[in-house]
């Protein structure tokens, strides 16, 4: 029982304590007055008494004064036959009334109440500490229950595949397996075994916890939800027994789902750690692999589970049997974007003939959660503007917010700081719209936002799955104009530009050593990869090579950094005047649009 529990329970037995005793002493109280023995008998002599009343013990008297009726007087008397003998003729002779009060229930009850209280009391407390004692061994006895939530098939707000927008491959995948839940005879006759697991891997944000729920609520089963987490405790042999436990529940309730997010907090290389094969987290690996495809079988249940980090899984756990198929989640294309966007803005109030398709391929790289979050935050910004409707302004204001963080328009930045700023993204700016594979212009700004002093969004041509050698020194140019520009305009350099030269460096790097794209070091790749499975199989960098060749890599990397900077300095001193213009505006307006950035250009 808690330390605050047990104080609590001993004040309010206190409290009640006193309130009864109080409670008795008033009610047993009148207005009284005590009175010495010697008074009282110069009072009997000079005739002021009206009745004295003995208690039943004849230890105390109740006496009333002739001049003080409303009051009466307490009385010790200290030997009762002497009193008696001593009043005895002036009662006889009638100068005042004496009586003995009979021996009442509450006179006889009243001195045993605080005892009585204090017994119960003493009880209450007992049983409550016996009470918590079992309540805690409850616990402990459930301890090794699992935490799943369950959604029956009853659920009014179940989630359908009506309710996905964008994943239509995966969702057509997925179809086989909800018709096996509603018609399981059907695959049954034909004696095809279904896929008993699904593993569901994507970036985070790309629909998978979604997908498992759809996949529940159109094959109108129960879906058990839970996290890889719930499993692993601090106390060995928990985890295995909630696996026990799940399981037993999935099959008293099947054909159901279980769904298990981020299975890579329980399903992770054996065999690593300081437990060995003995850590609880292996443990509880073992039975779930046990459970999945063991000498425990289970019909009708289909066991999902997402994870962004498949590769760090066990390999028992990806093998046919266990999970069967793994569904890629990708970032959805701009088609796919679009259809996010128009469900998500479905129940919003949009203004009419907004053009979401344009909206699609400016956001090339966002997630569903993306474009949801966009959606929300535009719509914000409208209602904190006071508007009746959303309009495609508030989705760029959204759009970039969400890339780049909120403004910062209150923060003070001297002149200096900002000509540098304007100069540096003017340079980005200029520079690629020379480059021909290079993404255009969407907007520039030295309006700080989040961690940067300014930026220069660029508005994707096309959504891509591979980059070229081309684009990867184009983009290392375009990374490079802005250092460029603050060196030929200000005759200085800033740290500003920190962030672009370590993208910059990397790209070459991955040039030379990862992708083969080195004209002296021929296609090879250069370093090998360590996976340490117990900080979570991080690949980390290990040479294969010598030290003449590590001179060779840091040569053509740099060569490559070196040759992008000189081409984006002759960009520059050929467009002089035209970075001048851009850095005007920008200094005047703060933000350059695409189209005012194009006409400056064309001018």
Excluded at 59 to 70: F, G, N, R, S, Y
Excluded at 199 to 217: F, Q, Y
Excluded at 391 to 396: A, C, G, I, P, T
Aim: charged fraction near 30%; aromatic fraction near 6%.
């Amino acid at each position: 029982m808690k330390k605050k529990g047990i104080i609590g329970t001993l004040l309010t037995y206190v409290l009640i304590i006193g309130i009864a005793m109080y409670m008795i002493s008033m009610l047993s109280s009148v207005k009284t007055k005590e009175m010495s023995y010697t008074e009282l008998m110069q009072k009997i002599e000079d005739q002021s008494v009206t009745n004295i009343k003995l208690s039943n013990d004849r230890q105390t008297a109740e006496v009333i004064l002739k001049d003080e009726a409303d009051i009466t007087r307490i009385v010790k008397i200290p030997a009762t036959n002497s009193f008696m003998e001593t009043v005895q003729s002036k009662v006889t002779a009638g100068e005042f009334e004496l009586t003995v009060a009979d021996e009442s229930a509450w006179e006889a009850l009243a001195p045993l109440i605080p005892n009585l209280l204090l017994l119960v009391g003493t009880l209450l407390i007992f049983i409550y500490m016996i009470r918590k004692t079992t309540d805690g061994n409850s616990k402990a006895m459930n301890f090794g229950k699992n935490r799943a939530k369950m959604i029956s098939k009853d659920d009014k707000k179940k989630i359908t595949f009506d309710q996905v927008a964008g994943l239509k491959e995966e969702k057509e995948e997925l179809e086989e397996e909800v018709e096996f839940l509603k018609n399981p005879k059907k695959y049954q006759d034909m004696g095809a075994r279904i896929p008993k697991g699904i593993l569901l891997v994507g970036r985070p944000g790309t629909g998978k916890t979604l997908l498992a729920k759809a996949v529940a609520g159109e094959a109108n089963v129960p879906f058990f939800s839970i996290s890889g987490s719930d499993f692993v405790e601090m106390f060995v042999g928990v985890g295995a027994s909630r696996v026990r436990d799940l399981f037993a529940e999935a099959k008293a309730n099947s054909p159901c789902i279980v769904f298990i997010d981020e299975i890579d907090a329980v399903g992770r290389h054996r065999g690593a750690g300081v437990g060995g094969g003995h850590d609880e987290r292996e443990q509880t690996l073992n039975q779930l692999l046990v459970e999945m495809d063991g000498f425990a079988t289970h019909e009708s249940i289909i066991v999902m589970a997402a994870t962004n980090r498949p590769d760090i899984l066990d390999p028992a756990l990806l093998r046919p049997g266990r999970f069967d198929r793994q569904i890629v989640v990708g970032v959805p294309d701009v088609a796919a974007r679009e259809e996010i966007l128009k469900l998500h803005a479905k129940n919003k109030p949009f203004v009419k003939g907004i053009d979401f398709k344009v909206i699609a391929k400016n956001t090339a790289g966002f997630t569903g959660a993306d474009l949801e979050n966009m959606i929300n935050e535009a719509t914000l910004l409208a209602a904190r503007k006071n508007k009746k409707n959303v309009d495609s302004l508030d989705v760029e204001e959204a759009m970039v917010k969400v890339m780049m963080g909120p403004e910062k328009k209150s923060k003070v930045i001297s002149d200096k700081e900002r000509k540098l700023t304007a100069y540096h993204e003017a340079g980005h700016a200029v520079v690629s719209k020379f480059l021909p594979t290079h993404d255009t212009v969407h907007q520039i700004s030295i309006i700080p936002r989040g961690m940067a002093g300014g930026y220069t969004m660029y508005k994707p041509n096309e959504d891509k799955s591979y980059r070229s050698k081309s684009e990867m020194k184009e983009h290392i140019v375009s990374l490079l104009g802005g250092r460029v520009a603050e060196q030929l305009v200000l005759d200085d350099i800033s740290t500003g530009a920190s962030n672009d030269i370590e993208r910059a460096s990397k790209i070459a790097r991955d040039m030379v050593t990862k992708y083969g794209m080195s004209e002296k070091l021929g296609p090879i790749t250069f370093g090998s990869t360590q996976e340490e499975v117990f900080l979570g199989k991080e690949m980390n960098s290990q040479r294969n090579y010598s030290e003449k060749v590590a001179a060779q890599i840091d040569e053509e990397v740099k060569d490559i950094i070196s040759r992008a900077y000189n081409f984006a300095e002759r960009i520059l001193k050929e467009n002089i005047d035209k970075l001048h213009k851009i850095a005007e505006i920008l200094l005047e307006k703060e933000k350059v649009t695409s189209e005012e950035f194009e006409a400056v250009m064309d001018s």
